[in-house]
């Protein structure tokens, strides 16, 4: 009992002693365990479990459930590594005062269970709290009711603070076997080892720009959507390689490149950050580069995903601008004279409780092509390689839909090439002299809806011309079926109303493929109903990346503090001799400065680098959801970059002062 009582009080004294340690360790502790309780809290509401959408918000929380553990593990594994490197000479003092290792040990034991109960408590405090919070902006993400009250999710803090426990045991045991092998002397003597001279690695510099060029070149030249995201886990592994080089041997070689300079090196502030960073550069440059690599995840994690939802309605747009589309394969020999009156009665029959506004019937033609030395050739979509889509409609129904006027010769058509131009339309040796542009194409994209591959629209003449289009195409090997559809925009009706109405047509729809004049299924397009899938997957969306971007700010803010923190102590002597052979304090402060800002800058600059020459997979990426937009994803880019430099230099503000204080003591 004596013993466990000097154990509790040394251990006691060592957390306060050094709460400049512990507090961010035991602080980041807690934000994890929030987190995991936010997690788990969603994960059992039964809220969640049974709404709309609530498939989709599994599947992110499963995800989010996997990178939350790789996170909170490196985050604490980080900060514990740090806490116990600069525990070092305090620990060797322990054991020449004379106590045993395993006494050593055992203190170390009382400092890791403080910081585990500490960070449990506050952070099962904050989740609970911060739950409701969590459950609301996902709610509001999905456009769904908010539910009053608040409920605490007993097994998700049960859970949390039981993994949370074996996640500190393991530190602990860890510590301890690092405690039982060093010797004494070497602890008490470790924080005085400095840094050698790094040599320049030219090679391994040169290794670095060619494995960031590669990524680069996968984001520029990726232009087939099916291999965008395979190649995109390439792209991020050659960027962090990249990364790691060129801020461990590039900066290096980059260094001693200026020092070479005289007229630059030989300069009060420039000498000390130069020299500084060189024999430094060696823990600097891991440290920079994981923080250049978290940061641009939290960029790249935000951009995207708040693109996405703030492109919803303009994707609603393009894929369904009519409220409610009924599509089917017809009868291609029949296609220019087929009654399709059994299909339009009925679907006008089933949408009569709420509208008397008719449905209006088209037929269209979708096909695969690709361009060959004598014109497009029809061909499956099956690979998307050098992939074209062709979407054509007759004049008839073209002058239906859009009331404009078309008067088509035999041979000509209307084509909207995706790159513009007045070329002829050749497909399957079959040339259509290109008579002018549509004015407007009324009908969606839904062929070639969710990719980037090229889209060409055309207007031929009669619908006997669509019919011999498909014979030719089918009689090659090419699936491309005739396709009927009925386009229904009801008014007055408020959403709920426009799913009823689809979902009674949709009942109404015979299954056997017998309805006269269709050759097989009908199917039934809902706007209404596809906003609510769309908001409910995008919204899980950007709730997993606000989320995510979260925890990855906090390992950067963890990262940069503890580096601030590091550094300072290292130059802290540094500057002292500086001012004792004859450098003012103003110029002692000045190249403080200079060496803050340059270092701490850096990562968010190559981060901003990389944001940029990801850019253009990302948009193919998000082009797969339905949503190409340019411009709307560099506003999100540019403003998540804005926002997050201006978090950036509030954390630099609080990390820096902790630096200066340090380095004037």
């Known amino acids: 009992m004596h013993k466990l009582g000097l154990y509790l009080r040394m251990g006691t004294r060592g957390v306060l002693r050094n709460r400049q340690l512990y507090l961010p360790f035991t602080l980041a502790a807690a934000g994890c365990v929030a987190m995991c309780y936010i997690l788990r809290f969603l994960t059992y509401s039964e809220l969640v479990a049974t709404m709309r959408g609530g498939a989709y918000v599994n599947i992110m929380l499963n995800l989010g459930s996997f990178i939350l553990v790789f996170l909170v593990v490196w985050i604490l594994v980080y900060a514990n590594g740090f806490v116990m490197r600069r525990r070092t000479r305090e620990l060797a003092l322990y054991s020449v005062l004379g106590l045993r290792r395993r006494d050593v040990g055992a203190i170390h034991g009382v400092e890791t269970l403080w910081v585990y109960l500490a960070g449990t408590v506050l952070g099962i405090g904050a989740g609970a709290l911060l739950s409701k919070l969590a459950l609301v902006l996902l709610l509001r993400l999905m456009q769904l009711a908010v539910p009053l009250g608040f409920s605490f999710c007993a097994p998700g803090a049960a859970e949390s603070a039981a993994a949370f426990a074996l996640l500190f045991l393991g530190l602990y045991l860890w510590d301890l076997g690092r405690i039982r092998r060093a010797r004494p002397i070497e602890l008490l003597h470790a924080g005085q080892m400095g840094e050698r001279e790094p040599r320049s690695r030219v090679l391994l510099a040169l290794l670095g720009v060619v494995c960031l060029g590669g990524g680069y070149a996968i984001s520029f030249f990726t232009t087939d959507f099916l291999y965008v995201i395979l190649l995109f886990f390439a792209a991020v592994a050659l960027v962090i390689v990249g ?55 939290v960029l790249v994690s935000v951009a995207t995903t708040v693109c996405l939802y703030a492109g919803i309605e303009t994707t609603l747009d393009r894929n369904y601008p009519n409220e409610i589309m009924v599509a089917g394969y017809c009868d291609t020999d029949a296609m220019a004279g087929t009654d399709y009156t059994p299909l339009d009665d009925l679907v006008n029959e089933a949408a009569a409780p709420w509208t008397d506004v008719p449905a209006q019937g088209y037929t269209y033609c979708a096909l695969g092509a690709r361009a060959g030395a004598a014109g497009y050739v029809s061909c499956n979509t099956n690979d998307p390689t050098g992939l074209t889509y062709l979407y054509m409609i007759s004049a008839e129904d073209y002058t239906a839909l859009t009331g404009q006027t078309v008067d088509l010769q035999p041979g000509t058509a209307l084509v909207l090439w995706p790159q513009g131009g007045q070329d002829d339309l050749v497909l399957d040796g079959v040339c259509w002299e290109n008579a002018g542009v549509p004015q407007s194409w009324p009908l969606p994209n839904i062929f070639g809806a969710g990719t980037d591959t090229p889209t060409v629209f055309a207007v031929l003449p009669g619908r006997e011309d669509l019919a011999g289009v498909i014979r030719t195409a089918e009689a090659a090997g090419t699936r491309a079926g005739a396709r009927y559809a009925l386009l229904l925009n009801p008014t007055g009706l408020t959403e ?86 004859g450098l003012s304090a103003g110029e002692v402060r000045g190249a403080i400065r200079t060496q803050v800002l340059g270092v701490f800058f850096l990562p968010l600059a190559g981060a901003a680098v990389h944001l940029g020459a990801a850019a253009p997979m990302l948009m193919r990426m998000i082009a797969v959801f339905g949503l190409s937009d340019p411009p709307l994803f560099w506003l999100c880019a540019g403003g998540t970059l804005g926002v997050f430099a201006l978090c950036y230099i509030g954390v630099y503000a609080l990390t820096a002062r902790q630096y200066y204080r340090i380095v004037r003591m």
């Open 243 to 297: 990364t790691h080089c060129l801020f461990g041997a590039g900066s290096v070689v980059l260094l001693k490149a200026l020092r070479r300079n005289k007229n630059f090196y030989y300069h009060p502030r420039r000498f000390i950050a130069v020299s500084g960073l060189i024999y430094r550069m060696n823990q600097n440059a891991k440290g920079l580069a994981n923080i250049c690599i978290l940061v641009t995840t």
């Open 496 to 581: 709920a109303q426009l799913m009823d109405c689809a979902v009674a047509i949709d009942a109404a729809l015979p299954r056997d493929g017998s309805l006269a004049g269709m050759d097989g299924g009908v199917y039934v397009y809902n706007r209404a109903g596809m906003r609510l899938e769309y908001y409910a997957m995008n919204g899980s969306f950007v709730f997993l990346g606000v989320f995510l971007a979260l925890m990855f700010s906090l390992a950067t803010v963890l990262m940069i503090y503890y580096k601030q923190l590091s550094e300072g102590y290292e130059d802290r002597s540094r500057f002292v001799i500086l001012q004792q052979v």
